[in-house]
């Protein structure tokens, strides 16, 4: 039976050098309560101390909360993590100054790793980084030079090259339910995500640790439905009640019934979107749909295909999916990333890694921040500061097509629709098209290897991936093509039958969304 105990408890439980797995999604699913109270252990006592930290995506708020609380130089030793971006600044300088030892693997990778743990197996396998910054044979998912230690290896198996992750041995696994019963058995209603909490308990259990997980109530055994019991109490050694601030649903909200499946809202009419650059690059990468297509979309700029979708009356057409394990719905932006309203149905999130894996996703949009040459694009690292890769490699990689989405140039500018032409008043001051990008999130070379469909979408080009790299097809009405493509981007891309942009797009009102899928 599990025992129940004070967050002020849980260090003495943590010996020194332990290797901890949590689960969270900016703060969904994660122990805040309980990281809390290592870090208020560690900063009285020194206790405990020199941790390992997994974590398959990334966890915070982007300041004080999340795995902010495990940001003391001598607490950690090591992290691996799926994503840094929200994990605060704190965190951000021990990385950067090489204080920890810092790794960044693929969120599915990191996601299924505790299934084989469980299962007493050596690794993961998979072909998910082949040709990116994980590759040992690029950087190994190494983030700084104290990251020494290869956690990834390249293996040939049947004739095929592999990427193997190799698996730590779990001393403690921090989990999240919404109740627990006296048992221990764990219920995660009132949770929007599923995350891999079942399988983190069990890798722990397999590996002679311990389980702790955060709840917010705890009733008496046999009161929770035996379907509902997410994480068996078999698998929970501890269990510590949460108080509601340190027990939220997503970075944002305590907790929205909508996310849980609890109700189903009314929506409403969505706003159009403004007729500006974000709508123009939405509409033309939303021309990938088809009719019945399961998609995914990244945050940020993606976010507007699902915008221009409902506008055009065709949303009802596709099925949206997220990383974290809601199938269908509406997909929450901003600080709820990760969740969706309406959803018809809500999978762990390793279960959604393996559809994605196995080719699941027949168009997914992602951000584009840079771009080479070679038809690679990084969304991980920027001026040596490691963001993180999160689900990016996984979702590029795997999907029957992938359109990138994102503005042409970075930084202030001044660019409006008139008249059916874009007018350019003032550019960006930064190239987003380099002749090598900072850092391989999606490899080029992997893509045309694999005979994957790859589309570039800005607001005054369109670019495709083939053989020799980049080939620009298209450009906006409007825009000269030496004085406002040729001349901000660092290599000249290959031209062969460039056309303009379809000029409808530029209009007011499109109305065309509708038939083009029908005819795809």
């Not at 901000?488 to 007011?508: G, S, V, Y």
């Amino acid at each position: 039976m599990a025992q129940l105990i004070d967050a002020a408890d849980v260090a003495r439980l943590i010996p020194n050098g332990a290797t901890l797995y949590c689960t969270g999604m900016g703060l969904a699913g994660f122990a805040e309560e309980v990281a809390k109270a290592v870090s208020a252990a560690f900063e009285s006592t020194g206790h405990p101390r020199d941790l390992t930290l997994y974590h398959a995506t990334g966890v915070g708020n982007g300041r004080d909360r999340g795995v902010h609380h495990f940001a003391h130089e001598g607490l950690l030793k090591r992290i691996v993590g799926g994503h840094f971006g929200v994990g605060g600044p704190r965190l951000m300088k021990l990385v950067m100054d090489g204080r920890i030892e810092a790794y960044n693997l693929p969120q599915g990778a990191l996601a299924r790793l505790p299934r084989e743990i469980a299962g007493r197996r050596p690794g993961f396998i998979s072909k998910v980084g082949l040709g990116t910054f994980v590759d040992p044979r690029v950087e190994g998912g190494k983030v700084n030079a104290a990251a020494e230690e290869d956690l990834v290896e390249v293996l040939e198996l049947a004739g095929e090259e592999w990427l193997f992750f190799r698996a730590p041995k779990v001393d403690v696994a921090l989990i999240r339910g919404s109740v627990a019963d006296e048992r221990g058995n764990l219920s995660m209603k009132r949770e929007g995500v599923l995350l891999e909490s079942l399988s983190v308990a069990q890798a722990a259990r397999a590996c002679g640790g311990i389980v702790i997980a955060q709840v917010e109530h705890v009733v008496s055994a046999g009161s929770l439905n035996a379907r509902e019991v997410a994480v068996p109490g078999i698998l929970v050694d501890y269990l510590v009640k949460a108080k509601p601030e340190n027990h939220l649903q997503t970075m944002n909200t305590y907790y929205n019934p909508a996310y849980s499946g609890e109700i189903r809202v009314v929506r409403g009419a969505l706003p159009a979107m403004p007729l500006d650059p974000r709508k123009i690059i939405a509409r033309r990468a939303a021309m990938a749909l088809s009719a019945g297509a399961v998609v995914n979309l990244g945050i940020g700029m993606p976010e507007g295909v699902a915008a221009v979708a409902a506008e055009e009356h065709v949303d009802h057409l596709m099925s949206l999916t997220l990383e974290t394990g809601p199938i269908g719905g509406v997909p929450a932006g901003g600080y709820d990333f990760g969740h969706a309203a309406n959803a018809d149905a809500v999978v762990e999130q390793p279960a959604q890694f393996d559809f994605y894996d196995g080719g699941g996703i027949d168009v997914a949009f992602l951000g584009l921040a840079q771009c080479d040459a070679r038809g690679n694009v990084n969304v991980s690292k920027f001026s040596g500061r490691p963001v993180g890769c999160g689900g990016f490699i996984n979702i590029t990689q795997n999907a029957k097509r992938v359109v990138f989405c994102g503005t042409f140039t970075a930084g202030d500018a001044d660019i409006a629709i008139e008249d059916g032409q874009l007018s350019i008043r003032r550019d960006g001051g930064h190239s987003k098209f380099l002749e090598q990008v900072e850092q391989i999130t999606f490899s080029g070379a992997y893509a045309v290897r694999i005979g994957q469909p790859v589309l570039y979408v800005t607001e005054r080009a369109v670019f495709r991936l083939d053989a020799d790299g980049l080939e620009l097809v298209e450009i906006a009405p409007g825009v000269d093509l030496e004085r406002d493509i040729l001349a901000h981007m660092r290599f000249r891309p290959r031209i062969r039958d460039l056309t303009l942009m379809d000029a409808e797009l530029f209009q007011p009102v499109w109305g065309k969304l509708g038939a083009r899928m029908s005819v795809r």
